[in-house]
């Protein structure tokens, strides 16, 4: 196995923890570098053995070791995530500089996510970052700079009058798609859009037929444009290239 991938897969397991409990953090207005993490039933401060990624959860079988109550599976899933995702990111873009933007992105759309699905809020200063890692990765892109400047209006500005005229539509969305525009350049942008509204259509049907509902809740979309944005990131131009050629 490839001993850069695997630091890369521990390293994203610690820092999908980190990610979570900063986006818990941030909602309820507390600094997790001051407080201890502790147990969201018992309020019980944790000990280090608990706070293993994953496999203090695992171990502990998803359960409190004070009071017993159930975990939520949100610890392991991020962490989880994370660190698949930082160990694609090894195999795929290797070892150097053009690495660190793009975890710092991944862990800033892991963060966007929860606290989007959380809150149905996208704070500016997350995608402000996601842009200024944009920036920082256009100088390795193999797209002009046109491209990255005109995927950045390419899908937000259809959305910003979308969100304009129905109101359905967050501006906190239209923001981090401008901003991941400049990251993918266009046509990765609009890959992104179109998995994003897939994966959100699935849901909102599995809401309504499924579960029953009216179809009147709002769903947060900031999870999905993550996702589609990731998608994007890491497979864009070989599903396009693909797409090309057979199609085209």
């Known amino acids: 196995m490839n001993l850069n991938a695997l630091f890369l897969f521990l390293l994203g ?40 990624p994953l496999i203090s959860w695992l171990r502990l079988r998803g359960r409190c070791r004070y009071c017993h109550q159930k975990l939520s599976i949100r610890y392991p899933l991020s962490e989880l995530i994370l660190a698949l995702l930082f160990f ?18 991944l862990c800033i759309l892991v963060i966007i996510a929860w606290i989007d699905y959380d809150t149905m809020l996208i704070y500016d200063r997350f995608v402000l970052a996601l842009a200024c890692c944009g920036g920082i990765l256009i100088m390795y892109s193999s797209q002009s700079l046109f491209s990255h400047l005109f995927g950045a209006v390419a899908v937000s500005g259809p959305l910003f009058l979308l969100a304009w005229i129905t109101q359905g539509i967050g501006y906190g969305d239209v923001k981090l ?9 266009w046509p990765n942008i609009l890959l992104a859009m179109l998995i994003a509204s897939f994966a959100g259509s699935l849901v909102a049907l599995h809401q309504l037929l499924i579960q029953k509902k009216s179809g009147k809740e709002k769903i947060p979309l900031g999870p999905f444009l993550a996702l589609g944005i990731i998608f994007a990131l890491f497979w864009g131009e070989p599903m396009l290239s693909w797409y090309i050629h057979c199609f085209i």
Do not use: N, T, Y
């Open 13 to 52: 397991l610690v820092m999908g923890s980190f990610c979570h409990a900063f986006a818990l953090a941030l909602q309820q207005k507390e600094s997790i570098f001051i407080r201890r993490s502790f147990c969201s039933h018992c309020q019980q401060p944790l000990h280090w053995k608990d706070l293993i």
């Open 88 to 105: 694609q990111s090894a195999l795929q873009f290797g070892i150097g500089w053009k690495l660190i933007p793009i975890l710092l992105v």
């Open 177 to 185: 798609m401008a901003a991941a525009g400049l990251l993918l350049g």
